[in-house]
């Protein structure tokens, strides 16, 4: 009895998600650009301390109100952590904006570190303490189970990854319109061919707009029928030649592949 009504918490605590106060600005850019202030309010800065200092390494969604998912390889359980909520600018001081610290890490069991291909690329962050929701920090809604987006499906990458290959981090956040790339596509051997899997989701690939270094574990955002927007990929990697390759879109973990998983996890830990 006690499962089900923890999964009841967890369904009715989704309630209200996808929705932000502040719309997003959704005109079909091609290069990435600021993104209107806390327009993406589910998005998270997970950072890392060195030497005394936060850096910021990888995004997430925030799922529940202690409860943040992200990609496996963020993690690294010899770092010193803190999870960022209400951010658009990583370098200011903004009202309302909350650090907090991880309880616990929960990595996909199935996770290979050497082999990222392999997937699985999925890990929740149990928070201290609940967040307070507010106009710029609420909940992101995750897709229902299975599904899968049409190719060329509008979606939006949101981060702050580095603003091109080898460059720095951008100090606001950033979105762009990324397509799907359906998996027949993407599967095509001067694609990503047998890399990718179809517990993976690929958007972008034309060569201008790609996740970068600092999107990783960030959420692909896109629209359902009803006007919510919900998370359907976990960014997790580009290619070694560069991240906005031709024919090599960005690969997320399809968050519709995990449900089960997330739902487990959550209610185990």
Not at 136 to 141: D, E, G, M, P, T
Not at 150 to 164: K, M, S
Not at 201 to 208: E, N, Q, R, S
């Amino acid at each position: 009895m006690i499962p089900i009504v923890l999964a009841s918490v967890l369904f009715a605590g989704a309630l209200g998600c996808g929705t932000p106060t502040f719309e997003p600005l959704t005109s079909r850019v091609v290069n990435g650009v600021d993104a209107k202030p806390h327009s993406w309010p589910w998005q998270i800065s997970l950072q890392y301390n060195k030497d005394g200092e936060w850096r910021h390494t990888c995004g997430g969604s925030l799922i529940a109100a202690n409860w943040v998912m992200t990609a496996a390889h963020c993690i690294n359980e010899q770092l010193s952590y803190r999870v960022f909520v209400g951010k658009h600018n990583l370098v200011e001081d903004e009202a309302g904006s909350q650090a907090i610290l991880p309880e616990k890490f929960v990595v996909h069991e199935k996770w290979n570190p050497i082999f990222v291909a392999f997937g699985n690329d999925i890990a929740l962050i149990k928070l201290s303490e609940p967040v307070t929701l507010s106009d710029q920090v609420k909940l992101a809604c995750i897709p229902p189970a299975g599904t899968v987006l049409e190719n060329l499906f509008p979606c939006y990458i949101t981060g702050w990854g580095r603003i091109y290959t080898g460059g720095p981090i951008a100090d606001e956040l950033q979105q762009a319109l990324m397509p799907v790339a359906d998996h027949a596509t993407c599967s095509q051997l001067d694609w990503w061919g047998i890399a990718v899997r179809t517990t993976m989701v690929c958007a972008g690939g034309d060569g201008v707009v790609a996740g970068c270094n600092g999107d990783s574990g960030g959420p692909l955002n896109c629209k359902n029928a009803d006007g919510v927007w919900e998370v359907h990929g976990i960014a997790s990697f580009v290619s070694g030649l560069g991240c906005n390759f031709v024919k090599k879109p960005t690969v997320f973990t399809r968050v519709s592949a995990f449900n089960d998983w997330i739902d487990q996890a959550m209610m185990n830990n």
